[in-house]
T-cell receptor, first 110, second 114 residues
Framework: KQEVTQIPAALSVPEGENLVLNCSFTDSAIYNLQWFRQDPGKGLTSLLLIQSSQREQTSGRLNASLDKSSGRSTLYIAASQPGDSATYLC?????????FGTGTRLTVIP | NAGVMQNPRHLVRRRGQEARLRCSPMKGHSHVYWYRQLPEEGLKFMVYLQKENIIDESGMPKERFSAEFPKEGPSILRIQQVVRGDSAAYFCASSPNEGGYGYTFGSGTRLTVV
């Protein structure tokens, strides 16, 4: 069974810093790796999707990488802003569903 | 494109009542997934449906929980005789195929059992 782990569980950074969130998974047989953002009391917003044949994806200030052989993905956020404060979830995709990590709660301090 | 629509957003039920949660997938998506997020825990898979078929219900509790995705209309997650432990956020996601192009989530239904 796929196990997804996210480190750190919580992170506080001053505005403007670059930061990296880490995600590891135990089974490399994934369809793709997806990063989501969840605001308190809200749903999930998809940020980036990396298909299993890809190594990275970029969207604006976000860059996600995937290394299937080592079972790791990272989400890089450049020039962080207070509006980036949220919980970030990574999920690996199996045939029928997603396996989620427990998330990293990010706080960007103005 | 209205995205994945879930209703109600909030639902309060007394112990022993029934809860019905609805999910309309994105236009063009025929694959629906239900997830549960318990307080302070991660999202856990419950069930995967295609039109009129349950494909994988390995995450569903054995009793009181059922799901359907009829030919017409939204997908329904039904919880009979709710207990306090059922209080959680229930999220629905849809995809155009078996996840190869990612998943789109709804805003969730927050069930509170009193």
């Amino acid at each position: 069974k796929q196990e997804v782990t996210q480190i750190p569980a919580a992170l506080s950074v001053p505005e403007g810093e670059n930061l990296v969130l880490n995600c590891s998974f135990t089974d490399s047989a994934i369809y793709n790796l997806q990063w989501f953002r969840q605001d308190p009391g809200k749903g999930l917003t998809s940020l980036l999707l990396i298909q299993s044949s890809q190594r990275e994806q970029t969207s604006g200030r976000l860059n996600a990488s995937l290394d299937k052989s080592s079972g790791r993905s990272t989400l890089y956020i450049a020039a962080s802003q207070p509006g980036d404060s949220a919980t970030y979830l990574c999920a690996s995709t199996g045939a029928n569903n997603l396996f989620f990590g427990t998330g990293t709660r990010l706080t960007v301090i103005p | 494109n209205a995205g994945v629509m879930q209703n109600p957003r909030h639902l309060v039920r007394r112990r022993g009542q029934e809860a019905r949660l609805r999910c309309s997938p994105m236009k063009g998506h025929s694959h629906v997934y239900w997830y549960r997020q318990l307080p302070e825990e991660g999202l856990k898979f419950m069930v995967y449906l295609q039109k009129e078929n349950i494909i994988d219900e390995s995450g569903m509790p054995k009793e009181r929980f059922s799901a359907e995705f009829p030919k017409e209309g939204p997908s329904i997650l039904r919880i009979q005789q709710v207990v306090r432990g059922d209080s959680a956020a229930y999220f629905c996601a849809s995809s155009p195929n078996e996840g190869g192009y990612g998943y789109t989530f709804g805003s969730g239904t927050r069930l509170t059992v009193v």
